[in-house]
Structures are given as C-alpha cells and as structure tokens.
C-alpha cells in the first residue's frame, strides 16, 4: 500500500497562532462554565487516519495528501512530503479507518 509522509515545522508562527494550528489540526476539548461541560471540536485528522512518528512527522494514506497540504498552506507552515510504501504494520493501521 501506498502511502506519504508528511513533515512539517510551524516555527515562524507566534504562539497564538501555533495553538490555532494544533488545535485545527488535531483537535482539542473544549470546556465551558468552569470544566462543567466538555465539548470535543474536532481537527483535520480526525476524518484522515494519520499514524505520528515523531513531533511534526505524521503518516498517512496518499490520496489524504493533499488535504493535508492545503493545510499546510492555509497557515504558511514549511511542509515537505513524500510517498512512500506502508509497512504492512501502518497499511494496517491507516486501512482500519476505511471511508
């Protein structure tokens, strides 16, 4: 199976607009009132299935690529990516979230 790795650094954006980013990206749970009530919003991947290797080098299928790469591009972030063939460990992993 085919797949990309995506490798990316968000290195000159300010802080505020790093937390955007994430949270944009990843997701993030939201809490209101005091931690009352939590709501999660949900990021980018959480429709793509993606496996992190390490901060800023995420795994994914090849025709998510250019999701992933507009993106990047909406927030200016230094992307490199590439295709590559999935070992049968991550085809497994990123063929379990099938659309």
Known sequence: MKGSVVIYQIRGLSQAEKAKFRREL???TDK???GQYEYYRPGLLDEVPYRKLIRGVLLTRKRDK?????FMEKYEAE????????TP???EILS???D
């Open 32 to 34: 209101s009132n005091r």
């Open 26 to 28: 990843y997701g993030y």
């Open 89 to 91: 460990e991550d085809a």
């Open 66 to 70: 250019e999701k992933i790469s507009d």
């Open 79 to 86: 992307a490199h990516m590439r295709n590559v063939e999935l």
């Open 96 to 98: 379990s979230h099938e």
